[in-house]
């Protein structure tokens, strides 16, 4: 194989990767655009904030600390004793639930039957309003986040390949990242078990209805709360896994609520509505993105294209089929 | 014509009535005022008939016995619903569908993107008892033998009729003892809606199930009802048996569309004035 064709499929390989990784983000919109009709703007947020208490509960910092010694004149910052990840992970999960609930309670319940652009609203809102609570909460200090997850270049994929090149040729093997490897092989198991989950399971269709037709779903039964806050919950552990994948890759850190911003040209070219569609959305997107940079990227005087690449990529996609690769098929009956 | 009363005085309440609406005041985004005290009784096991022209406030009486109002921002204000022995009006749905009340929706309302067979089966979210479900399911491809031949084909690309039989359905599924069956005649062609009632008649003969049915088609649902109330602007303006409601004049006039002078409605005739009524 030629040296041409072999960083061909290495810049491939490493779009698909990190195309996953917003694949995971876009998830968590997706599944709540369907059931409520919510364009979740704080889904970056819900990241950021999983990182955020992931970290907080791995490294035992007491939460709201600041406040406390603000208000009692103590000087309490740390329990001095590290958690496990294994607890310190499921004890995040039952915040994001518990956060679920709450955002049902104060904001959700109140907007019923509202115009989707007050719910959009509203979301901005939550967004800046979780923003301060996990500011508050935890700190504003950039945290390094160690789950166990091996980071680093492929040893094992960088030797497989060198031999392939031909004989005498400058060729040094390719470079995937692990943790990439690690968020495509979460992201598939992910994917497959929300697909089955809502397929196949009588609370699944009730989810599927929900996304059909409130009212309809409200006249049979269904209990909407609930089926929000499951919801909510569901994408806040997804929210909680995008964020575990980021948050290692380049600490946990305010700016990581703008990987929402990475997930709007997935949504676009997947469709708002579809799992798959958040899936291959992302690869897509994540696939273009290195292969503008690498082969096109030196005719721009500027670089850096893969920082608007995606978005140009949606603009195209909204002119020729604006809902998406795999949006709901607009059933028109006449 | 002796059994035709312009509701001037309350009807007394007989122990075969399961539904007991009393004077209920519905307002939609706390400003809307659009039942002005309505009441009425459906006797247990029968078909009774709510009928009246569009805005008069038929689906909203629906809806405040399923209490499917305040996911629209509206709210009962004054009375109150009875159904058997309990009061009704701050359950919520769901609780209300385990009770055996359910509502068919006016405009059908399937759940487009699922088969004919899934959205059926939603009906039964509130029964735990799968193979009871698996009976029930049987039961309504019996009703409805279309449904079984297009059980795999989504919901959205089924035709008027047939997505008004999956609303059916789909509310028999919840094994209901009490359908508030919204305006099944809305958009389909005479012959199907024919079909329809029929179907509804024989599910409340054959299952026992109280319907209260809200209708345009006056006509239709006078043939099917044993008793009807005629709402107008939010009020009952007149209730009494179907068959004494198809004998009187001036139901034929305004609502069957035997015409003769040049009266329009019943704010015409000034017999048919509500009195203010202190419950």
């Known amino acids: ?334 | 014509m002796d059994d035709i009363k312009v509701t001037k005085n309350k009807k007394s309440n007989t122990s075969e009535d399961v539904l007991i609406v009393n004077n209920i005041e519905v307002v939609y985004s706390h400003v809307i005022l659009v039942l002005k005290g309505v009441s009425l009784n459906v006797k247990k096991g029968g078909i009774t008939a709510l009928l009246g022209g569009n805005g008069a406030g038929k689906s909203t009486t629906l809806k405040s016995i399923s209490n499917l109002l305040a996911s629209e921002r509206g709210e009962v204000t004054k009375g109150s619903v009875t159904f058997g022995s309990e009061q009704i009006h701050n359950l919520d749905p769901s609780q209300l569908v385990k009770k055996g009340v359910i509502q068919v929706m006016e405009g059908r309302h399937c759940f487009e993107h699922l088969t004919v067979e899934e959205n059926l089966l939603t009906g039964a979210y509130t029964r735990s008892n799968n193979k009871e479900v698996k009976d029930d399911l049987e039961r309504v491809y019996g009703y409805f033998p279309r449904l079984r031949d297009r059980r795999t084909s989504l919901a959205g690309y089924t035709s008027g009729g047939e997505q008004q039989m999956i609303a059916i359905g789909r509310a028999l599924m919840a094994h209901p003892t009490m359908i508030l069956l919204d305006e099944p005649s809305m958009g389909l062609a005479p012959q199907l809606v024919k079909q329809i009632f029929e179907i509804v008649a024989e599910i409340n003969r054959k299952e026992g199930v109280t319907i209260l049915l809200a209708e345009q088609n006056t006509n239709m649902a006078l043939q099917y009802a044993e008793y009807a109330y005629i709402l107008e602007n939010g009020r009952v303006v007149m209730e009494g048996t179907a068959e004494s409601m198809r004998d009187n004049e001036d139901v034929k006039e305004f609502y069957l569309g035997i015409s003769s002078e040049g009266r329009q409605s019943f704010k015409d005739v000034k017999q048919y004035r509500r009195r203010k009524r202190w419950l």
Do not use: C
């Open chain 1, 1 to 334: 194989m030629s040296v041409e064709l072999l960083n061909f499929i290495e810049t491939v390989l490493n779009g698909l990767m990190s195309g996953v990784m917003y694949s995971l983000v876009a998830l968590g919109f997706v599944l709540i655009f369907k059931a409520s009709g919510v364009f979740n703007f704080a889904q970056g947020v819900f990241a950021l904030f999983a990182a955020l208490t992931l970290v907080g509960y791995q490294t035992g910092q007491v939460p709201f600390a600041h406040l406390i010694n603000e208000l009692f004149g103590t000087n309490y910052h740390n329990w001095y004793a590290s958690m496990p990840n294994f607890l310190a992970i499921l004890l995040t999960m039952v915040t994001m639930i518990a956060l679920a609930w709450i955002i049902e309670r104060l904001v959700l319940k109140h907007l019923v039957n509202q115009d989707p652009i007050i719910l959009f609203m509203a979301t901005i809102g939550l967004a800046f309003a979780l923003e301060g609570v996990g500011d508050l909460m935890w700190g504003s200090d950039v945290k390094v986040l160690d789950v166990g997850i091996p980071s680093g270049g492929s040893i094992w994929l960088e030797e497989a390949t060198i031999g392939l090149a031909a004989e005498g040729s400058d060729y040094y093997g390719m470079y995937v990242d692990v943790l990439n490897i690690w968020a495509t092989v979460i992201a598939v198991i992910l994917v497959v078990t929300l697909a089955l989950f809502s397929q196949y399971t009588k609370t699944g269709r009730a989810l599927r209805a929900v996304a059909d037709d409130h009212q309809a779903a409200l006249s049979v039964g269904i209990s909407l709360r609930s089926i929000w806050i499951l919801v909510w919950a569901i994408s806040g552990f997804i929210a909680m896994v995008a964020g575990i994948m980021w948050g290692t890759e380049s600490g946990v850190q305010f700016s990581l609520s703008l990987i929402a911003l990475k997930a709007l040209p997935v949504l676009i070219l997947g469709g708002f509505t579809s799992i798959p569609g958040a899936i291959i959305g992302g690869l897509l997107i994540g696939v273009g993105e290195k292969l503008a940079e690498i082969y096109i990227g030196g005719y721009f005087e500027t670089g850096a294209l893969e920082n608007w690449f995606a978005y140009v990529m949606a603009l195209v996609f909204l002119l020729f089929r604006p809902q998406g690769l795999f949006g709901d098929k607009i059933i028109e009956r006449v």
